[in-house]
């Protein structure tokens, strides 16, 4: 029986242990968590997600406090069209970020940095053209476009001199998304370097409707290849999405795949930037409490544990801090949705606001629990302690669980002696 370290990604010049951690934002796929990826020979995320709250409390900058004071006028008032990032900030935040990873960086893997088109920023071309030019400017080895069609992303940054020569992939979750890009983009004569296939069982934002649980990761991305085939074109399909153990990945790459992108089993190591009392919550989870909600200002459904704080508070928007969600025009589905709340309960010290959520805030403060379809069975990749808590996991132990498993196994670790005892 084969496992996952039978087999070798192969991007440009690098060949890879075909296991892609991914990016989970605000900062969950932290720094510690993609460099360890990348020691072991991987390829690991960053995110870019709120990427000035990141700084502030990495690495002591004060962004979210500055732009705060600038538009402090403006808290009250429910129309946010004035409130702009300045893009000067958000090109130093990017290149510090970024720089403090990379130059931490061992190994023969990768480390890449996932941009999600649906952060509009209230000026969503602009602000995007800056997160993807200094990601490149601060030596990033890869860019993986998220959350959108990105149709328009490879033109933004084809003059960077890094264009050809950094590693850059998109996620999709149906053969029409992969379509409408390559088409979209064919003028440039640049094919993504790899395809990440994210299929209905992942964490976060989902590329399906409600609908999700009709649609198969492993029949999409059979489709895809297919296709792919009949067009001639060589590009690295990445499955993603409810791979669990190192036999579920050996099963996709002798379908075909190239590698396989896993982040669920990674967000109970210490490597990963959720608090760690929250991890907990994360091994606790039972099946029924996982859930797919529409809560998300975005309009894409979205994953997460029932028990997430987040869920029907009703802060007010911090869009004058944050406002990474602000469209074009400056509107915010739960700017709306809490607006309305307030007008229907005058009287009210707060207010609930059930069908939207401040996602800036509450991905901010760790209050909203995004995870996979399988976080249900995370508690039987550990030990349990005496207090019952679970004991946390290394990230390389994850990571050669899935390298050298095979099958249904899973490595469980030994048991540490609790502290000074």
Not at 84 to 107: I, P, S, Y
Not at 290 to 315: H, L
Request: proline share 4%; hydrophobic share 40%; with cysteine.
């Amino acid at each position: 029986m084969k496992a996952l370290d039978d087999f070798r990604l192969r991007l440009g010049g690098h060949e890879l242990v075909p296991i892609m951690i991914g990016g989970m934002g605000v900062d969950i796929s932290s720094s510690d968590l993609a460099l360890e990826a990348a020691r072991l020979g991987g390829v690991g995320h960053i995110s870019d997600a709120m990427i000035k709250t990141v700084t502030d409390r990495r690495y002591k900058t004060k962004y979210v406090k500055a732009k705060q004071a600038q538009y402090k006028y403006n808290v009250d008032s429910p129309d946010k069209s004035a409130v702009k990032f300045n893009l000067g900030d958000l090109a130093e935040a990017t290149r510090l970020h970024v720089e403090h990873t990379m130059q931490r960086k061992t190994g023969s893997g990768l480390v890449f940095i996932n941009c999600m088109e649906k952060l509009t920023m209230n000026a969503p071309k602009e602000t995007l053209a800056v997160r993807l030019a200094s990601a490149l400017d601060a030596g990033i080895d890869g860019i993986t476009l998220a959350a959108g069609l990105h149709l328009g992303s490879f033109a933004l940054i084809e003059q960077h001199p890094r264009f050809r020569d950094a590693k850059l992939g998109i996620i999709v979750s149906s053969l029409r998304a992969l379509q409408l890009f390559l088409k979209k983009n064919a003028r440039l004569n640049r094919l993504p370097d790899y395809v990440v296939v994210e299929g209905p069982l992942a964490g976060g934002h989902l590329g399906f409707g409600m609908d999700w649980a009709q649609y198969d990761l492993a029949t999409i991305v059979a489709e895809i290849r297919a296709w792919l085939a009949q067009e001639q074109l060589d590009i690295p399909l990445i499955p993603a999405g409810g791979i669990f153990t190192g036999g579920d990945a050996v099963q996709f790459i002798e379908a075909g795949a190239a590698a396989v992108q896993v982040a669920t089993r990674f967000t109970v190591t210490r490597e990963c930037g959720l608090p760690d009392e929250i991890k907990q919550e994360y091994f606790k989870a039972d099946e029924d409490d996982i859930e797919v909600n529409q809560i998300s200002p975005t309009g894409y459904p979205m994953r997460m544990i029932k028990a997430s704080p987040g869920i029907g508070d009703g802060i007010r928007p911090n869009c004058e801090a944050y406002g990474y969600l602000l469209d074009a025009n400056g509107k915010c589905a739960y700017i709306d949705a809490w607006n309305r709340e307030v007008a229907a309960h005058p009287e009210a010290k707060r207010v609930s606001v059930m069908d939207k959520t401040c996602l800036c805030t509450h991905m901010r403060n760790f209050a909203i629990w995004t995870c996979g379809q399988t976080a249900w069975r995370l508690k039987d990749t550990s030990v349990q302690r005496g207090d019952g808590s679970y004991q946390l996991l290394s990230a390389e132990h994850v990571f050669r669980d899935y390298q050298f498993s095979t099958g249904a196994k899973i490595a469980l670790p030994e048991l540490e002696a609790a502290a000074g005892g």
